[in-house]
């Protein structure tokens, strides 16, 4: 079946300028995760949804990042007032019912990525 | 909050030889130590992964080994082969409340042919 799929794969943007990033999880998965991947570095979390929970948003590292989650699906993750250190390359991933102690429905399964380059 | 240091950053062995990547974990409630590799311009990918409740995990070659007292959990690639150079990323998360996943920073794997 599909994977996870994001969108755009490359965007680049003025300083200032809001963005907004998608991310469509494999279908039936419950979990959904964004992540931050600057050049040659590990995996920063951001926010996690989970079902109909609140999401996690411990990660966001400012008040200029904020993600939502329509109908337990697609999720969005918005940066306004873009600045040069928000380049980075945006991950999702979703994993199908974290918690349980079932092989595989821990596993994650990343996109591909947002490349976002703020000039 | 949780915090997961990975070392060495970089590791370079020949063909053949065996790699160990270690990890340590601050949050006692961890109990989820998933494994992934993420090769040049792609996206992560699941490896291996081992729960609290075991010690060790093997599939092939490769194996996972968790001490829970004094919370740290090592990979081990044996016989290494050159498709096996990338980058290799552990992680830890809490399976109660959520399942926040904090990354290590990553171990960049060379093998020499």
């Known amino acids: 079946g599909a994977g996870v799929s994001q969108s755009p794969s490359n965007k680049v943007t003025e300083k200032g300028k809001d963005v907004e990033l998608r991310c469509d999880p494999i279908s039936g998965h419950t979990a959904l995760y964004w992540y931050r991947q600057s050049l040659g570095q590990g995996l920063e979390f951001l926010i996690y949804?989970?079902?109909?929970?609140?999401?996690?948003k411990s990660g966001l590292p400012s008040d200029r990042f904020s993600a939502e989650r329509t109908g337990g699906s697609v999720s969005t993750l918005t940066i306004q007032r873009t600045q040069q250190e928000d380049s980075a390359v945006y991950l999702c991933a979703s994993s199908l019912v974290p918690g349980y102690r079932d092989r595989g429905t821990d596993t994650q399964y990343f996109g591909p990525g947002t490349r976002l380059t703020v000039l | 909050g949780e915090n997961v240091e990975q070392h060495p950053s970089t590791l370079s062995v020949q063909e053949g030889d065996s790699a160990v990547i270690k990890c340590t974990y601050s949050d006692s409630a961890s109990n989820y130590f998933p494994w992934y590799k993420q090769e040049l311009g792609k996206r992560p990918q699941l490896i291996i992964d081992i729960r609290s409740n075991v010690g060790e995990k093997k599939d092939q070659r490769i194996a996972v080994t968790l001490n829970k007292t004094a919370k740290h959990f090592s990979l081990h690639i044996t016989e290494t082969q050159p498709e096996d150079s990338a980058v290799y990323f552990c992680?830890?998360?809490?399976?109660?409340?959520?399942?926040?996943?904090?990354f290590g920073a990553g171990t960049r794997l060379f093998v020499k042919a």
């Open positions: 949804f989970q079902g109909n929970s609140a999401p996690d």
């Open positions: 992680a830890a998360s809490i399976g109660t409340g959520g399942f926040k996943t904090i």
